[in-house]
Structures are given as structure tokens and as C-alpha cells.
């Protein structure tokens, strides 16, 4: 079994979280290397950007990197308070050891952001949120990322993308890269999106 955290962080966009749960959590039905997923955040309690409340599994201080596989990030919106946890120190280190150690960091729109800001794409190719002037696109740049205008990017251990119709991609991109091809077309197949 694989694990994945999913980090959630004050005013995540619900859909980008869900993605992860829907297309992981069917490894655990179908296909033949099942995922775990385990959410946390930085507080008890989490209001998403259209108000959903949420509360994680797990509290931050009680996760342990070896636990895990990779760690999943949604992103979210600024109105919703999404930067007041994005950006906290104690989450950027998180995802410091993540990549120290190798371990895949997939991210859903400005869930690259706190990749970004953390400094593990320095010199390295990453996308973002394209619209609203390229606002946060410019922002990775100056954080020293090479930004490619594509719907997703991979970085050896990192996945980025633009919004959050990419979420689902992204999705079955980190699950490719957590167990293999054919159990990724699988889970597809039973989901129906082939046949």
C-alpha cells in the first residue's frame, strides 16, 4: 500500500482536494496497488473557499514524513485566508523534507505557490495559475522557477498545473507515479473516463 498526505490548508478550493480523494481512494476498491490518503492541516478545523468546513485526520505535529509517499496540495484562494497557511514556515519545511527525501509533491493550481515559496523549485520548470494577469505565474518567476505555460508540469519529484480543471490529471499523474501505468489505466477504466 502507498500513502499520500493531503495537505489542506485554510481556504483550499474543495474540488482540488477532491480529486485526490475520489481518484486515489478508488485504488483501494480496484486496481491492484491500493493508496491511502490521509488529510492534515495546520488547525482543527478548516473553512474552504465556498465555506465548506472541514476538519483533517491528522494533526500537523503529529506527521511523519516516513509515513508517507508523497504529499498532495491543493490550492485556493487568496479572499479565502489560502496564503495565511500556504506560506507558514512550519508548512514550507514540511515540504522541504518531502523533496529532501525524494518524495513526489504533486500540487493543483496555486497549490505551487507554497512549492514555489518553499525553495524547492529553484532552477527548476513549474506552472501556476495562467489567468488574472498572470499574477502568480510572475511571482514563481521571481521566486527563481523556470514558469512553462502548460497545463502541467513535471520536475522529477514535483507536479504543478494551471487551475483547477487539471485537478483530475494531476491525479492520475501522482498515481501513475505512485504504483504503474496499468494500475493508473485501471482505476481510469472503472471511473469510466476509458473503456
Not at 43 to 48: F, H, I, V
Not at 110 to 131: C, E, F, Q
Not at 153 to 170: Q, R, Y
Not at 176 to 189: F, P, Q, V
Request: aromatic letters at 8%.
Amino acid at each position: 500500500m502507498k500513502r499520500v498526505l493531503l495537505f489542506l490548508c485554510q481556504g483550499f478550493e474543495e474540488l482540488e482536494a477532491a480529486v485526490f480523494t475520489d481518484v486515489l481512494g478508488w485504488t483501494r476498491l480496484e486496481g491492484d496497488i491500493p493508496v491511502e490518503v490521509v488529510t492534515a492541516g495546520l488547525r482543527p478545523k478548516l473553512k474552504c473557499t465556498w465555506n465548506m468546513i472541514i476538519e483533517p485526520e491528522m494533526k500537523f505535529e503529529d506527521i511523519q514524513i516516513d509515513d508517507y509517499d508523497a504529499i498532495a496540495i491543493p490550492g485556493g484562494f487568496d479572499e479565502a485566508g489560502f496564503y495565511e497557511d500556504a506560506y507558514d514556515e512550519r508548512f514550507l519545511k514540511l515540504i522541504r523534507d518531502f523533496n529532501k527525501q525524494g518524495k513526489l509533491i504533486a500540487s493543483v493550481c496555486v497549490g505551487a505557490m507554497p512549492i514555489g515559496k518553499s525553495g524547492v523549485l529553484k532552477n527548476r520548470n513549474a506552472t501556476t495559475y495562467d489567468l488574472s494577469g498572470g499574477h502568480r505565474r510572475h511571482q514563481l518567476t521571481e521566486m527563481g522557477i523556470n514558469v512553462l505555460d502548460q497545463h502541467i508540469v513535471v520536475d522529477e519529484n514535483i507536479i504543478t498545473s494551471t487551475g483547477p480543471a487539471t485537478g483530475l490529471d494531476v491525479a492520475f499523474t501522482l498515481l501513475e507515479k505512485l504504483t504503474s501505468h496499468d494500475n493508473m489505466m485501471e482505476i481510469k477504466r472503472h471511473m469510466r473516463f476509458i473503456d
